[in-house]
């Protein structure tokens, strides 16, 4: 599993990629601009990511940005006949106000900050990206 994670927050970041490092490779974004860099990069040199762990509420581009302007990637690389990268939306804001603001079909799972390793290795399971 190919995971990109997205936080502003140095200690959230590194506490994502202790849980999720035993189940792959991790790249690490500080911030929605680079995060966008990096995923555009891991489309043209054909190395998708599997799994995208993203905070809503970060500066310059924030998730809700990010996570739309991942699915516009997608659609325009042809992701038509490929499985579409997963998200996994990470906030401290109640899960009902982000579906209304961006719907539930772009993302695939929520988690409500602070996070439990149990918790997202149970996500992670329930997408199907390890066992």
Avoid: W
Wanted: charge should be neutral; proline fraction near 3%.
């Amino acid at each position: 599993m190919k995971c990109l994670i997205v936080d502003d927050v140095f200690m959230m970041r590194k506490l994502l990629n202790t849980i999720l490092q035993e189940f792959g490779e991790c790249v690490l974004a500080e911030d929605g601009e680079n995060a966008l860099k990096i995923f555009e990069n891991a489309i043209k040199v054909e190395k998708p990511f599997d799994l995208v762990c993203l905070d809503i509420m970060m500066p310059h581009i924030n998730g809700v940005e990010l996570l739309n302007k991942i699915r516009n990637l997608e659609s325009k690389n042809e992701f038509q006949n490929k499985p579409k990268v997963k998200i996994i939306l990470i906030s401290a804001v109640y899960k009902q106000n982000i579906v209304d603001k961006i719907g539930k079909d772009k993302f695939d799972s929520y988690i409500t900050k602070p996070i439990g390793k149990a918790d997202l290795i149970s996500e992670i399971k329930k997408l199907g990206l390890v066992n």
